[in-house]
């Protein structure tokens, strides 16, 4: 933080540091967006292989670089894959452990204890797999992440621009998300009697 604080010509202004984090972020969402559309190309091209239809869905990613990369290829990318979840988890763990001592707790509760509680729920699900771990979240996510990303572009608003538009975008958008997700599920389980 304190790299961002300091520019070419003294330190930035609050206004000065968000402009520059939304470009940081836009730049950094674009080249995941390349990134990712390289990996959907790919997996394409390769999805009809007997390799990648007997994989589990969590081992789609070594399994199409060990097939493009050939295997010296496909163990460096394992383990590069490897290193990139375990510095994230890392990362997230630590963050979150921090979180629960100082926020949750009012550090009544130890951080180690805090480190301690998030391992224990990160084992928990860990122990469902991948597809378990995303049966569990998907309609979640499919509620919250748009109402998240609104929430995030409001607080960008209110702290960049001082523009104060209120909770109710959040809350429009976790409506809109609730009531399509809910139509998705009745259409489904109709669609499902209907075969029966």
């Not at 000065?16 to 984090?21: I, P, T």
């Not at 940081?24 to 080249?31: E, S, T």
């Not at 991948?130 to 748009?146: K, R, S, T, W």
């Amino acid at each position: 933080m304190s790299g961002l604080k300091q520019g070419p010509h003294g330190q930035r202004t609050h206004k000065e540091m968000m402009v520059l984090l939304i470009k940081a972020g836009i730049l950094g969402a674009l080249l995941l967006g390349v990134l990712y559309a390289a990996f959907i190309i790919v997996a394409s091209m390769q999805s009809a292989t007997e390799q990648c239809v007997q994989a589990e869905t969590g081992q789609l990613l070594s399994v199409l670089a060990a097939i493009i990369l050939g295997a010296g290829g496909g163990i460096l990318a394992s383990i590069t894959l490897a290193v990139a979840c375990s510095t994230t988890a890392i990362a997230l763990t630590t963050v979150f452990a921090q979180y629960v001592h100082a926020e949750v707790t009012q550090g009544y509760v130890s951080y180690f204890v805090s480190l301690l509680i998030t391992l224990g729920i990160t084992i928990f699900f860990a122990n469902y797999g991948f597809d378990g771990i995303m049966q569990f979240l998907a309609p979640i996510v499919m509620i919250l992440y748009p109402a998240l990303v609104v929430l995030t572009c409001t607080n960008i608003l209110y702290k960049v621009w001082n523009i104060d538009v209120g909770k109710i975008p959040f809350y429009v958008a976790l409506f809109v998300a609730c009531t399509i997700q809910l139509k998705l599920y009745t259409s489904l389980v109709g669609f499902i009697h209907a075969f029966l």
